[in-house]
């Protein structure tokens, strides 16, 4: 299994990105999909979650409303839409497979995890 996000940068405080994850070796559709961040020199934490059809997402409460976790399972894929980035948002981010397609906020309970991507927003 092999999880490759991609997508990370430099931007501007207040800018936007959009992080993708290309899952393979696995049937994706049945698969909760995550997205963990951590910040330099900090814990990593939950970021979004996705359940396998797509249909429930949940958000920490310190990107609600400015991130958004999607999935295109005829691609094998999740993104993270994040818009009015800040400097806090600065941190390796990284996705996460579950095999029961619930969508999880716990780094333990993902299955497969893949490597990082760097976000660094300036001010």
């Known amino acids: 299994v092999q999880l490759q996000a991609s997508g990370g940068g430099l931007v501007q405080a207040g800018g936007s990105l959009r992080l993708s994850c290309a899952a393979s070796?696995?049937?994706?559709?049945?698969?909760?999909m995550g997205w963990f961040r951590q910040p330099p020199g900090k814990e990593r934490e939950f970021v979004a979650t996705?359940?396998?059809?797509?249909?429930?997402?949940f958000y920490a409460d310190s990107v609600k409303g400015r991130f958004a976790i999607s999935r295109d399972n005829a691609k094998n894929t999740v993104y993270l839409q994040m818009n009015s980035l800040k400097p806090e948002d600065t941190a390796v981010y990284y996705c996460?497979?579950?095999?029961w397609g619930r969508g999880e906020v716990l780094w333990r309970d993902y299955d497969y995890r893949g490597q990082g991507t760097l976000v660094t927003v300036s001010s």
């Open positions: 996705i359940t396998s059809s797509g249909i429930n997402t």
């Open positions: 996460a497979a579950e095999r």
């Open positions: 070796g696995l049937t994706f559709s049945r698969y909760g």
